[in-house]
């Protein structure tokens, strides 16, 4: 009885036999392959004979063999040098023969490229032994084309107890890459396969051989669906390796490209093989275009770590080459980038993938776009804040031609006005001198939608709902119609397959404790909301308050980080911060630590303009502060000294650095900002095996609904309702601000090109009839106007029909809303800030927790059209009020006795500043020595009143946290290089302290749960 064969070689049988008796392979044997040279000899020359035979006549190697030495030489030469890539693509010139080594995939209605194509030999050998010195040694399967080798395989069984990783190893330890076959360019590529996953190598160097995944991904993860067809990784062999696909991959995908370093100009070469997700979503979008034509729309969702620059150079390169019926189905692709560094790595990707010369340029001024196409560039690069003074030369000429435009960050790159820029050109109506004012009109219209003569593709990893309507794929599900994107590579594949790292993994939130106190005698009313707020920002700006926090990040840098040789002992950190002069205050306060401790490191600051750092003339500038321009913030981060770099609203996009590995954040995140300021941490690098995060300013709540979003695939939970836009007409026509004769009027000045004096006169009336209305009647006329422009800015682009009334209002509102002045909002918190001031500070790092995102897709809502705005009624409440309730948000500890507590807190820095030899250390000693001697003097202290306070002498002596806090308290207060004893404000100045509840007051010690998520010793 026969059994199935469920051994390693079962495996092996089943795919050789698939691609035989399927697809049209040949089953080679070791009497064919020649290990001198790595070729299956026999079918290499056989090749050449059937299609090349008077080349080979010329060279003779049937009758010599030293020709045939001399030709195999040459062409294991070739492949050395340039890689078996090159040479299947351009072939290998021996004199006097030029051979073409593989016939390429045919267009359309050829004939003759078809029949040659047909004469490429694809084989596959079971168990080569390859090797020359050591006989025995066997590869499972190698593939050749035409006799050379192109891809191996080692294939594992898990019914056999082996996986994957095994054939890994096996390649890792077993195959010498000094082999011939295993050489770097000799084969395309290096598979290790089981049953249920796939991973691939494109460059074999020992231990170093750095294999990628190769798997379709499973419920947005890492890994392959089941199948009931027949095994997980069967695509590998009934699709990927058919002659066709593989033969595409060999013509459009696989790629040497060459590297260099800006700074040591030294070339690394590297080999392109597609990830499974890139091939997969470019040949889907390829072939929809194909069946489809052009003039649809297309969102893509990759994730960071996705490579989407390749993604975006790959179907570039091939949208134009698509045909029908003979002629280029797209004249030109626009590719636009919203950002600079990204825009010059897509433009590096795209020259090098291209093997056609001179069919790329780079856009930067305006002519450059007509220029480029009059040139017949087929594929021009921009960026977006160059891209609507570019595409506005494109003229009638050009209005017949096929455009192709991807969009690199599409929720960034396609504003209402940039895309109606884009559109209007493409479509050529744009320059049309000739055309009255209800042609401009439509003009415009046609120009607000995305034009059918262009196909849109839209790559970003965090989808808005804006982006979702405009590019994804509509659908009905329970009577809605939602919208999905078209491919997905997800965040959550992305983490679980390596290529980021995931940034929630090691959180710490940091808490802050702290209380204010009431400076004044009365006690005023102040508006509540407002007031928290200040209050919150008051102390987290405070500089003692920053320098606390600069401290914690320096430890923590130090002790947790550097230490810990994370990265190799190359890792650096950012601090985020939430505004210029926080960033700069944060600048010298970790500057100070870092000199305190004598630390070898240095920091970088970011912060865009001048500031006049406390009032000081010249204004400051990160360029000055660092010593070289901001350009240059990125290659020098790179560098030692330099490990902390401090921004505001600065890096925090498309900054791409592998050795951040730390962040701390000191300013309020939420959605896509936190998304997109966190990610700056993933960025995959060896060594580099987690990230931490210090989270001084949100909660993990906000963060946890932030990233779920775009954990998986993102989809819009219903479309934006047109009919809104007559509900935002119906308000503001109430107020009778303007009429319909107003409109016609302005419209038909504006777009006759008046003067401005024959256009404001209109405009000046009706901000005069809006100055009448009431303040709650001013705010929803406004906000509905606004509401208006912004819905149809966006609801023009996709709406099939156009409006001619609403267009008409979209002018006159443009230009009537700057009039309007913004209704008189009185701030009824003024003034907080002077009655008050900081009692105490302190923070505590919670333990580092793991954040889990919920493992589903996330719906995320349309885009809210016909929201008008009204006056909020502040909540007005006392000082004193305000400030018990903003410290029991921010106290957090009760006392048996907070009374006795209190007044012995209060008393000990007095106590311990009479102390002679802590006075002497003051005096005559450096501020080290002198806290040893107030850490002595409070220990005594300490002794002193434990028969008066036990309950503080027992948190003193067991609770490290309380004992470094009030250590610090002690020294802060009293230290002063007079050595003068320290005498209580109250003595000195009228303050009048709001006598809080006792048990809210002393709310400001804790007990210390390991900080940064790890125990630690006592002091």
């Avoid at 290096?190 to 190769?214: E, M």
């Avoid at 995931?502 to 400076?519: A, E, F, G, H, P």
């Avoid at 009027?745 to 090109?753: E, H, I, Q």
């Amino acid at each position: 009885m026969a059994f199935t064969n469920t051994k390693e070689s079962g495996l092996e049988s089943l795919i050789v036999k698939w691609l035989v008796e399927q697809n049209g392979y040949e089953e080679g044997t070791n009497a064919d392959y020649n290990k001198e040279y790595a070729v299956d000899e026999t079918r290499l020359f056989r090749f050449l004979q059937d299609t090349q035979p008077k080349e080979m006549d010329k060279l003779g190697v049937f009758t010599s063999d030293t020709k045939k030495r001399q030709f195999l030489n040459r062409l294991s030469g070739e492949i050395a040098k340039r890689g078996i890539i090159d040479v299947l693509r351009n072939g290998v010139k021996v004199y006097p023969a030029d051979l073409i080594m593989f016939y390429l995939t045919p267009t359309e209605n050829n004939e003759q490229a078809r029949i040659m194509y047909e004469k490429n030999i694809f084989s596959a050998t079971r168990q080569l032994r390859y090797s020359q010195d050591a006989g025995k040694l066997a590869l499972d399967v190698c593939l050749f084309i035409n006799g050379l080798p192109v891809i191996t395989m080692e294939l594992k069984n898990q019914l056999t107890k082996q996986n994957t990783e095994n054939a890994v190893r096996q390649y890792k330890e077993d195959r010498d890459f000094h082999d011939l076959l295993f050489s770097f360019k000799r084969c395309m590529v290096h598979f290790a396969v089981d049953d249920a996953t796939i991973q691939f190598c494109t460059k074999l160097a020992g231990k170093d051989s750095w294999f990628l995944p190769f798997n379709k991904g499973y419920n947005d993860g890492a890994g392959n669906p089941p199948n009931p067809d027949g095994l997980m990784t069967d695509y590998l062999w009934k699709d990927i390796l058919t002659k066709r696909k593989l033969s595409r991959i060999i013509e459009n995908y696989a790629q040497v490209i060459e590297e260099v370093d800006e700074d040591t100009k030294k070339k690394s070469i590297k080999q392109i093989w597609p990830r499974y997700h890139q091939l997969d979503c470019v040949e889907k979008l390829l072939a929809d275009v194909q069946e489809n034509g052009v003039g649809k729309r297309y969102l893509i969702q990759h994730s960071a770590g996705s490579g989407k620059s390749n993604s975006i150079a790959w179907l570039a390169h091939q949208l134009i080459g698509l045909e029908k019926d003979g002629h280029p189905m797209i004249d030109s692709v626009l590719v636009v980038t919203d950002r600079r560094i990204l825009d010059k790595q897509i433009r590096n990707t795209i020259k090098q993938f291209m093997q056609v010369k001179n069919t790329v340029t780079w856009a930067e001024h305006s002519g450059d776009l007509r220029k480029a196409i009059q040139d017949g560039k087929r594929i021009i690069i921009s960026t977006i804040e160059k891209f609507p003074y570019i595409i506005s030369e494109i003229g009638q000429e050009h209005k017949n031609n096929k455009f192709a435009i991807i969009i690199d960050e599409a929720h960034s790159g396609q504003s209402g006005r940039n895309s109606a820029n884009m559109n209007l050109a493409l479509s050529g109506l744009a320059t049309d001198d000739d055309a009255d004012n209800e042609d401009k009109i439509n003009a415009m219209m046609e120009g607000r939608k995305l034009v059918s003569s262009a196909s849109y593709f839209a790559f970003t990893a965090t989808p808005k709902n804006k982006t979702e309507e405009m590019f994804g794929v509509a659908y009905e599900e329970d009577g809605e119609i939602k919208h999905r994107p078209f491919h997905v590579y997800t965040m959550k594949q992305a983490i679980q397959e390596g290529f980021i790292l995931d940034v929630l993994r090691n959180y710490t939130t940091i808490d802050s404790w702290y209380k204010i106190m009431k400076t004044v005698e009365d006690d005023p009313m102040f508006d509540k909301k407002r007031a928290q707020k200040k209050l919150r920002a008051f102390v987290e700006g405070n500089p003692d308050v920053i320098a606390k926090k600069a401290a914690m990040m320096v430890e923590h840098f130090h002790e947790q980080v550097v230490a810990k040789k994370k990265i190799g002992g190359k890792a650096r950190a950012m601090v985020v911060t939430a505004s210029i002069p926080r960033c700069i205050e944060y600048y010298y306060a970790i500057n100070k630590c870092l000199a305190d401790r004598h630390s070898p490191y240095k920091t970088i600051v970011a912060f865009s303009g001048e500031h006049k750092y406390n009032g000081q003339e010249p204004a400051l500038t990160s360029a000055a502060m660092n010593g070289f321009p901001d350009a240059k913030i990125p290659k020098e981060f790179k560098k030692d000294p330099y490990r902390i770099l401090i921004v505001a609203d600065m890096f925090q996009t498309g900054f791409d650095e592998p050795l951040l590995q730390t962040m701390y954040v000191d300013k309020p995140l939420y959605d896509i900002a936190a998304v997109q300021t966190l990610s700056r941490l993933n960025r995959a690098y060896p060594g580099k095996d987690e990230v931490y995060v210090l989270d001084f300013a949100n909660k993990t709540s906000v963060i946890e609904e932030a990233f779920s979003k775009f954990y998986r695939t993102t989809i819009l939970s219903g479309e934006t309702d047109p009919n809104k836009l007559y509900d935002l007409i119906t308000i503001m026509e109430e107020y009778q601000v303007y009429d319909d004769s107003d409109v016609e009027k302005l419209v038909d000045l504006f777009l006759s090109g008046a003067e401005r004096d024959r256009l404001d006169p209109i405009l000046d009336a009706c901000t005069a009839v809006y100055k009448q209305l009431e303040l709650d009647d001013q705010i929803k006329f406004k906000s509905a106007a606004k509401s208006f422009v912004r819905t149809y800015g966006f609801l023009g682009a996709i709406l099939p029909y156009g409006n001619v009334d609403w267009e008409k209002l979209s002018i006159f509102l443009n230009l009537l809303i700057p009039k309007l002045p913004s209704p008189r909002d009185d701030d009824l918190s003024e003034g907080i800030l002077q009655t008050i001031d900081l009692s105490s500070y302190r923070n505590e790092a919670q333990e580092a927790i793991a954040i889990k995102l919920e493992d589903a897709d996330a719906e995320i809502a349309p885009v809210p059209a016909g929201k008008v705005g009204h006056i909020v009624e502040p909540e007005m409440d006392l000082l004193s009020k305000i400030i018990m309730d903003f410290n029991d948000m921010f106290g957090n500890i009760n006392w048996n006795d907070a009374d006795n507590v209190q007044r012995q807190i209060l008393a000990i820095p007095e106590m311990v500043s009479k102390d002679k030899k802590y006075q002497n250390a003051m005096k005559n000693s450096d501020a080290q020595e002198a806290r040893t001697e107030s850490e002595r003097a409070l220990q005594a202290v300490i002794f002193s009143i434990m028969a008066d306070n036990m309950e503080l002498f027992k948190q003193f002596q067991d609770n490290p946290s309380f004992k470094k806090w009030l250590s610090d308290l002690v020294f802060n207060l009293t230290y002063n290089p007079e050595g003068k004893e320290y005498v209580m404000p109250g003595a000195e100045r009228k303050s009048v302290t709001y006598d809080f509840n006792p048990q809210q007051d002393l709310m400001m010690v804790a007990e210390d749960p390991a900080p940064y998520g790890e125990k630690k010793d006592d002091d």
